[in-house]
């Protein structure tokens, strides 16, 4: 019985424990300096751009309107390949690397803190 409820005990401090971190400490997060005027809704952003070059394997050019500049940007088999609307990719709304095409419309999100891309959705085929 004494082994039981010792055997309790030690189960019950464990479960009250804070939980320790899953992720190392990786610095300082964009909204702890608020000379940029980061917040914590910062976490990600997005530009919307139009695809000028495709290139194998995994980059693309693209062109940004509002900014009026160019980027090149190199993916990996991480990033989100999106369709906005199904209708544009024979029903898919998942997109491979090859369904993207000079000339589309094209939302690119990515972290503000490292600036790793994270998603590229597909808004409009040419």
């Not at 004494?2 to 909204?31: D, E, F, K, M, Y």
């Amino acid at each position: 019985m004494l082994q039981r409820t010792l055997i309790l005990l030690a189960v019950a401090a464990l479960l009250a424990a804070p939980a320790a971190a899953s992720t190392p400490n990786q610095g300082p997060r964009p909204w702890d300096s608020a000379e940029d005027g980061a917040s914590p809704s910062d976490v990600t952003r997005s530009v919307k751009c139009t695809i000028e070059k495709v290139e194998e394997p995994w980059a693309v050019e693209l062109f940004d309107v509002d900014a009026e500049t160019r980027h090149f940007v190199e993916l990996n088999e991480k990033v989100t390949l999106t369709a906005k609307r199904k209708k544009d990719f024979g029903g898919r709304k998942k997109l491979g690397f090859s369904d993207l095409a000079e000339g589309q419309l094209v939302k690119l999100t990515y972290r503000v803190a490292d600036g790793q891309i994270v998603r590229l959705q597909v808004l409009g085929k040419d």
